[in-house]
C-alpha cells in the first residue's frame, strides 16, 4: 500500500510571503497522477492542482504544482489572506486506487 | 454545472448499516468520463477514500474497508449510495460523495459533505 507523507504538518507564514509544502510517496508514482487540494474549515477540498502541475479551473497562478517520482511540491508564490488553510497531496492510481496525504496546515505567523 | 449532495441519517446505532445517498445535478451520472467516489474524514483528521463505482456498475473500494462496504448506482435517478454494514464507533466522520476524472484521477467536483455520528 503506498503512503503519502506531507510536511511540515503545520506552516507558519505572513501574507505575501512564499509557501513551500511537500508530499512524499512511498513508491514511485511517475509524474502524472498527484493533485492537491485546499480545505477551510467546514468546506469540502477544493482542487487545486492535478497532473502534478496543472492548475484546475478558477485557480489563481500563484498557486503551482512540481515533482516527479517519490518529491512532489505545492508552491504558493504570494500567499493571500485566504489562502490559509489545511493542504492535502493525493494519489491516484496505486492501491488503494486512491490516497491522501496526512494534510499539512498553513497558518498565518 | 454538476453539482453532487449527500443525504441520509445523521445518526446511526452501532452496529447497524449506515446508509447515504449522493445526488447528481447538472449532469448525467451515466458519462463514462469519471469514478463516483465516497470519500470520508474522521474528526480531526485527513481524507480516507472509502470506494467508486464507475457508470457501468464495476466497483473498486479501499481494502481496509472492503468487508463492510459496499457502492451502488440508479442511472434513472442519477444517483449513487453508499451502505457501510456493523458499524462501530469509530466509523464517526464527515462523508463526502466526489468524482473523479477517470484520466487525471483528481476529484474535481464534491459535494458539501454531511456528518455522520455512530452512537446509541
Known amino acids: 500500500e503506498i503512503v503519502l507523507t506531507q510536511s511540515p504538518g503545520t506552516l507558519s507564514l505572513s501574507p505575501g510571503e512564499r509557501a513551500t509544502l511537500s508530499c512524499r510517496t512511498s513508491?514511485?508514482?511517475?509524474?502524472?497522477?498527484l493533485a492537491w487540494y485546499q480545505q477551510k474549515p467546514g468546506q469540502a477540498p477544493t482542487l487545486l492542482i492535478y497532473g502534478v502541475s496543472s492548475r484546475a479551473s478558477g485557480i489563481p497562478d500563484r498557486f503551482s504544482g512540481s515533482g516527479s517520482g517519490t518529491d512532489f511540491t505545492l508552491t504558493i508564490s504570494r500567499l493571500e489572506p485566504e489562502d490559509f488553510a489545511v493542504y492535502y497531496c493525493?494519489?491516484?492510481?496505486?492501491?488503494?486506487?486512491?490516497?491522501f496525504g496526512q494534510g499539512t496546515k498553513l497558518e498565518i505567523k | 454545472q454538476v453539482q453532487l449532495q449527500e443525504s441520509g441519517p445523521g445518526l446511526v446505532r452501532p452496529t447497524q448499516t449506515l446508509s447515504l445517498t449522493c445526488t447528481v445535478s447538472?449532469?448525467?451520472?451515466?458519462?463514462?468520463?469519471?469514478?463516483w467516489s465516497w470519500i470520508r474524514q474522521l474528526p480531526g483528521k485527513g481524507l480516507e477514500w472509502i470506494g467508486y463505482?464507475?457508470?457501468?456498475?464495476?466497483?473498486y473500494y479501499n481494502p481496509s474497508l472492503e468487508s463492510r462496504v459496499s457502492i451502488s448506482i440508479d442511472t434513472s435517478r442519477n444517483q449513487f449510495s453508499l451502505k457501510l454494514t456493523s458499524v462501530p464507533a469509530a466509523d464517526t466522520a464527515v462523508y463526502f460523495c466526489?468524482?473523479?476524472?477517470?484520466?487525471?484521477?483528481?476529484?474535481?467536483?464534491w459535494g458539501q459533505g454531511t456528518m455522520v455520528t455512530v452512537s446509541s
Open positions: 513508491q514511485n508514482i511517475g509524474s502524472t497522477f
Open positions: 493525493q494519489q491516484y492510481g496505486f492501491s488503494p486506487m486512491f490516497s
Open positions: 463505482i464507475y457508470h457501468s456498475g464495476d466497483t
Open positions: 447538472g449532469g448525467s451520472i451515466s458519462s463514462g468520463d469519471y469514478y
Open positions: 466526489a468524482r473523479a476524472h477517470y484520466n487525471t484521477g483528481a476529484f474535481d467536483i
